[in-house]
């Protein structure tokens, strides 16, 4: 499909020295650019795009993620790694 689209002087001139330097055509610069625009503002660019938002979309939908952190326990309920060691000595030291 072909649109007609309308530049200012000095776009067209920024434009074709950045197509010059870069070796592109302004076809292949505003397929990069319009590709772009997409992306930023989520519209998939090709179907393998649009099969990954929908994976992703669906499993949101169906398996909702944790995103709070477990509750951190205090240090008088926490279990100190040695306490059967240190029982022990206090049965042997009676």
């Not at 610069?29 to 503002?41: G, N, R, S, T, V």
């Not at 939908?61 to 060691?85: E, V």
């Amino acid at each position: 499909m072909k649109k007609l689209i309308g530049f200012d002087e000095d776009t067209q001139e920024k434009l074709t020295q950045l197509g010059r330097d870069r070796m592109a055509t302004l076809q292949e610069l505003a397929d990069e650019a319009f590709a772009d625009l997409l992306k930023k503002h989520g519209v998939p660019t090709d179907l393998k795009d649009a099969l990954r938002k929908s994976v992703k979309t669906a499993g949101q939908a169906t398996s909702p993620r944790r995103t709070a952190t477990p509750p951190k326990h205090s240090p008088a309920t926490r279990k100190r790694p040695h306490a059967k060691r240190a029982a022990k000595r206090s049965v042997r030291r009676r």
